[in-house]
């Protein structure tokens, strides 16, 4: 688990298991939006649009320059895995590097597993940006339902909880 990025809860940072402070709230925001992407493209120009929802700054391109190139320094020695192409950017995490995609993964075989992935609200820090806000009301439902297959599945096995 090289680099690994956590949205179930407030977003964390890890570089080889160890947690990496990101501060400043576009700079989150941008680190989410990529690892959300899950390895797709994301345009510059869509990254403008989640970033300032209600009118960029005339300088919002180079600001989302900006962001990223200290997001680079954040991933350390994996900095090569977050790349520019065509006019937007793309994160590499490889598997294991996404909670979000490990709880999803895991769903369908052990809810409670998958419930323990949580560590608070996911996306909660990024409901100013449409995008990411939509993704949040779709983990809160799977958390729901994680919830519920948990319970079924103690009650199944005779257990309560």
């Not at 977050?82 to 793309?90: A, F, N, S």
Request: with cysteine; net charge negative; aromatic share 4%.
């Amino acid at each position: 688990m090289a680099l690994r990025v956590e949205l179930l809860g407030p977003l964390r940072l890890l570089v080889d298991g160890v947690p990496v402070d990101v501060p400043g709230s576009r700079r989150r925001a941008v680190l989410a939006i990529l690892a959300m992407a899950q390895g797709r493209e994301v345009s510059r120009t869509a990254l403008v649009d989640e970033l300032w929802p209600d009118g960029p700054p005339q300088d919002a391109a180079q600001a989302v320059q900006s962001h990223v190139s200290r997001l680079r320094r954040h991933l350390g020695p994996y900095a090569d895995r977050l790349r520019h192409r065509d006019g937007g950017y793309v994160l590499e995490l490889g598997d294991g590097g996404l909670d979000v995609t490990d709880a999803r993964r895991l769903a369908d075989l052990d809810a409670a597993g998958a419930l323990g992935l949580w560590r608070g609200d996911a996306l909660a820090e990024f409901v100013d940006c449409p995008g990411l806000a939509v993704e949040k009301v779709a983990l809160d439902e799977l958390r729901l339902r994680l919830r519920d297959d948990a319970t079924e599945a103690a009650v199944t096995a005779g257990t309560s909880r």
